[in-house]
């Protein structure tokens, strides 16, 4: 087995999306060839209904798929093809823009007013960009979990993981999307197949992330001296971005760590990307905006 090193570590940013929703953002500034397919990580949690009621109103995508994965609160949502829904704590919403859609989303608070998810950005291949738009919408129950001996549990999003596999299917990028809790000083070692990009992003508690490489100034420590160095725990809101390897290993901190890790096979394309719009070339995306300027951006369903 190979273990994987830890490129860097990454806090995610401030930033302010939509209508006024405050939120971090773990990556998607600037050059995003490391994640590829992956182009975008929005954590979008707050307790402050005034920094994300006014949510994400009207807008379009092109391109690319959207998941958003909810733990708390939900998340109304519409489109130009005239779906509606909600999806709540626990659910997640896999939307393939393709060839164009428009569409809503607005984040409605708990009882306690606390609203929490994830949004994620899964670039789609030049031969599936004009793809028919779709949605594929999970809800909680459905989602399966498996609980390992020491305690460690796994829900399972997308993709296949300790013999099971996910609800969400028919991915371009084939990724695995997987929401992992480790319990407090446990050590974890899981497999992330050799060809793919992957990273973690903590959400709750702490860790310390096994370095094959040796020690970087990061919080991470060499599999071969984890005992005789005391790194600083990367925590709450950190994204690690992995080399390649077949394995991560992970040591949870006192309260225990909760993280997404997502891996997806590299589409290895160009990328031309402005806004809630991405395609391949710089004349592609000039089209798509003079589409929407005349009216006929959408390929199914209603213009807006």
Request: glycine share 12%.
């Amino acid at each position: 087995m190979s273990l994987r090193p830890v490129k860097r570590l990454i806090e995610a940013k401030p930033t302010i999306e939509g209508a006024g929703v405050h939120l971090r953002r773990a990556f998607g500034f600037g050059n995003t060839s490391d994640f590829d397919p992956f182009l975008l990580l929005d954590d979008f949690r707050n307790d402050i209904p005034a920094e994300y009621l006014k949510g994400f109103p009207w807008h379009p995508h092109r391109g690319i798929e959207t998941v958003t994965y909810v733990l708390a609160g939900n998340v109304e949502h519409g489109d130009s093809m005239g779906n509606r829904g909600t999806i709540g704590a626990g659910d997640v919403q896999w939307m393939t823009a393709g060839s164009g859609i428009i569409h809503q989303e607005m984040p409605r608070g708990d009882e306690a007013g606390r609203m929490h998810g994830f949004q994620l950005w899964a670039n789609l291949p030049s031969s599936l960009k004009m793809t028919t738009p779709r949605y594929q919408e999970v809800k909680s129950p459905d989602i399966p979990g498996i609980t390992d001996d020491d305690g460690t549990f796994v829900r399972i999003v997308c993709g296949e993981f300790w013999g099971k596999k996910g609800p969400v299917d028919g991915i371009a990028a084939e990724p695995t999307y997987l929401d992992v809790s480790v319990p407090p000083g446990r050590r974890k070692t899981l497999p992330v197949e050799t060809s793919r990009h992957a990273f973690a992003y903590i959400f709750a508690g702490s860790g310390k992330f096994c370095n094959a490489s040796g020690p970087l100034a990061v919080p991470t420590e060499s599999a071969e001296w984890w005992h005789s160095t005391a790194p600083l725990e990367a925590g709450n809101r950190s994204l690690i971005l992995f080399d390649r390897g077949d394995e991560v290993t992970v040591e949870a901190g006192d309260d225990g760590i909760r993280f997404l890790l997502i891996s997806g096979k590299p589409l290895e394309q160009p990328v031309a990307w402005y806004g809630p719009i991405v395609m391949n070339t710089q004349a592609e995306l000039r089209e798509a905006f003079d589409e929407l300027e005349q009216g006929t951006f959408l390929k199914t369903g209603k213009q807006g």
